[in-house]
Each structure stands twice: as structure tokens, then as C-alpha cells.
């Protein structure tokens, strides 16, 4: 069964962390650009951030660059999330997505994370954060 499956999420307070996981399971995300999006309650989806297929490219909303970090491990099939200093800002549904997009360039990738044509979603997982 070909599926994304995120976990790591939960509550935070304020200036704490959190990583998620994207694990790929009938499939391989070698040759896959790989994002990560959230739904805030009552907003739109928005592109998080996104990581070309040989990690060589990661781009990052404006609203979280500098506090998060997206990475890949190939052997785990995973893509990763690393949320610092978070804010209430932060708090919504954060979903993954793989598109098989191979030797994507910059303006691709922020495409890529700014219309979220991924072949493949994830359920997502919540993250809350509050005092």
C-alpha cells in the first residue's frame, strides 16, 4: 500500500520544539521532492517547506525560516521537520507530500511548496502550541 504517514506532532508552549516525520511506505522517495504543508482552523493551506529529491535544494516559507529545518534520510525512507522557537502562530494540521519531480530547480521547488501538487499526501499530524 503506497502511503505517507507523518507522527511527532503534539503541544508545545511557546519557544519550545518539536520534529516531525514523514515516513514513505510503498515506495521509495528516491527521485520524489518532498514537502511539508499545514492548515491553521479556518485558514487555507500553506506550503511549509520542501526538499529536492537529492537534498541538495530546501526552501522555506518566510514565516518560518530560520526556525525550522527540513532533512531526509534515504535509508529510513523519511523526510523530517525540525520546528524551533515555535509560535501559537504555528499550531495547525501539518501534512506531507511527495511529487516525483527529480533535479527540481529552486523556483520549481518553491512552486512546488507554494501550490502543493503532491501525488501523495499524508494524513497529517496536529501541533499545538500554547501557553
Known amino acids: 500500500q503506497v502511503q505517507l504517514v507523518e507522527s511527532g506532532g503534539g503541544s508545545v508552549q511557546p519557544g519550545g520544539s518539536l520534529t516531525l516525520s514523514c515516513v514513505a511506505s510503498?515506495?521509495?522517495?528516491?527521485?520524489?521532492?518532498v514537502g511539508w504543508f499545514r492548515q491553521a482552523p479556518g485558514k487555507e493551506r500553506e506550503g511549509v517547506s520542501a526538499i529536492s529529491s537529492g537534498s541538495s535544494i530546501t526552501v522555506y516559507s518566510d514565516s518560518v525560516k530560520g526556525r525550522f529545518t527540513i532533512s531526509r534520510d534515504y535509508f529510513e525512507n523519511t523526510v523530517y521537520l525540525q520546528m524551533n522557537s515555535l509560535h501559537s502562530e504555528d499550531t495547525g494540521i501539518y501534512y506531507c507530500?511527495?511529487?516525483?519531480?527529480?533535479?527540481?530547480?529552486?523556483?520549481?521547488?518553491?512552486?512546488?511548496?507554494?501550490?502543493?501538487?503532491?501525488?501523495?499526501w499524508g494524513q497529517g499530524t496536529q501541533v499545538t502550541v500554547s501557553p
Open positions: 510503498g515506495f521509495t522517495l528516491a527521485g520524489y521532492i
Open positions: 507530500a511527495a511529487a516525483k519531480m527529480a533535479n527540481v530547480s529552486r523556483p520549481q521547488a518553491t512552486d512546488f511548496m507554494t501550490n502543493g501538487r503532491g501525488s501523495y
